[in-house]
């Protein structure tokens, strides 16, 4: 029995001994940017700051590059797995009511077309207002023109499986503006689909 546990500890230590070390590797945001990633391990610690740069969990040596190659053959599988990026859309109101501007119009085939290419899709909408008017009524007219967009969609043949409808009223100005400033673009609402 303890021959048998001794040459099991002693595969599983040679089998950790041809492995190769952790490590973890910065890739580019989808716009090619990166931030930085401190790295701290047992033996030191390491920042990344270019795309495809990796370093060892353990900290131990500096950042190296990273073939594509490689990051296809140790990551290729969870990478492939990502969701697709959030979208966002604005959508501009004329004053006072729910009426979407010619251009907004415009857009909603675009926002259907990227509801439908994805797979159990989320919706964010957020209703927005100039500063024309109470505080009140404006988070009111708001969440009507948030709700009025849900339902537009919808109507489109949107298939959702969370839809979030909210008002910041004149809370959240796109454009920063004195009070009773008619605006356009604050009279907007937000649609993020992810």
């Given at each position: 029995m303890l021959r048998k546990s001794f040459v099991t500890l002693l595969l599983a230590g040679l089998l950790a001994a041809?492995?190769?070390p952790s490590y973890v590797v910065l890739l580019p945001d989808l716009d090619?940017?990166?931030?930085?990633?401190?790295?701290?391990?047992t033996k030191g610690t390491q920042v990344l700051a270019r795309a495809n740069e990796g370093a060892d969990l353990n900290g131990a040596k500096p950042p190296y590059a990273v073939s594509e190659e490689r990051l296809q053959e140790d990551f290729g599988a969870a990478m492939a797995a990502r969701p697709e990026a959030a979208e966002q859309f604005q959508l501009y109101f004329e004053s006072g009511g729910s009426m979407l501007t010619?251009?907004?119009k415009a857009l909603i085939p675009r926002i259907m077309n990227s509801v439908n290419r994805r797979p159990g899709v989320d919706i964010s909408i957020i209703g927005h207002t100039d500063t024309v008017g109470t505080a009140v009524k404006n988070r009111e007219l708001a969440l009507t023109r948030a709700r009025a967009t849900a339902d537009l969609l919808t109507a489109g043949g949107l298939k959702a499986l969370a839809i979030s409808v909210e008002s910041h009223g004149e809370s959240n100005l796109l454009v920063k503006t004195p009070d009773e400033t008619p605006e356009p673009r604050n009279r907007r609402v937000e649609i993020t689909v992810r």
């Open positions: 041809c492995a190769s090619g940017g990166t931030g930085k990633v401190e790295v701290r391990g010619a251009e907004s």
